[in-house]
């Protein structure tokens, strides 16, 4: 009889330490999902731009040591362009990824918007 009445006790415990911690997590408003977008847009972008001027700056740097035309230019330069391509299409997919996960597993993910990145 005591220890019905203590496991009863507990359960009713557990069932209140449970409702105080979903009242305490955080609520995810519809700004913080705009914020996510934006700062991704934003990583997109920085990507796509850092590798082509990464490519003009060795495709430069490679004319001018060889003395040749402008060829190494334009062909670093289009090959930094292909590879920020690269890179935003593979954030794309993480984004996708996460978002499958997050609707899969109930929301509990990663930010997307992260520096953690997943090879795939």
Same mark, same amino acid.
């Given at each position: 009889m !005591?220890?019905?009445?203590? %496991?009863?006790?507990? !359960?009713?415990?557990?069932? =209140?330490?449970?409702?105080?911690? =979903?009242a305490? %997590?955080? %609520?995810?408003?519809?700004?913080? /999902?705009?914020? *996510?977008?934006?700062?991704?847009?934003?990583?997109?972008?920085?990507?796509?731009? !850092?590798?082509?001027?990464?490519?003009?700056?060795?495709?430069?740097? @490679?004319?001018?040591?060889?003395?040749?035309?402008?060829?190494?230019?334009i062909l670093?330069?289009?090959f930094?362009?292909?590879?920020?391509?690269?890179?935003? @299409?593979?954030?794309? /997919?993480?984004v996708?990824?996460?978002?499958?996960? =997050?609707?899969?597993?109930?929301?509990?993910?990663? *930010?997307?918007?992260?520096?953690?990145?997943?090879?795939?």
């Amino acid at each position: 009889m !005591v220890a019905d009445t203590e %496991k009863d006790r507990l !359960v009713a415990l557990e069932a =209140d330490i449970a409702a105080l911690r =979903d009242a305490r %997590k955080p %609520k995810r408003s519809a700004g913080a /999902d705009k914020f *996510n977008a934006a700062s991704l847009a934003w990583r997109m972008v920085t990507e796509l731009v !850092v590798g082509v001027l990464l490519g003009a700056a060795i495709g430069w740097g @490679i004319d001018s040591v060889t003395g040749a035309l402008p060829l190494f230019l334009i062909l670093f330069t289009l090959f930094g362009f292909a590879a920020g391509v690269r890179v935003m @299409i593979r954030s794309g /997919d993480e984004v996708t990824r996460r978002g499958a996960g =997050d609707a899969a597993g109930g929301g509990e993910g990663t *930010n997307a918007a992260s520096g953690d990145r997943t090879r795939g």
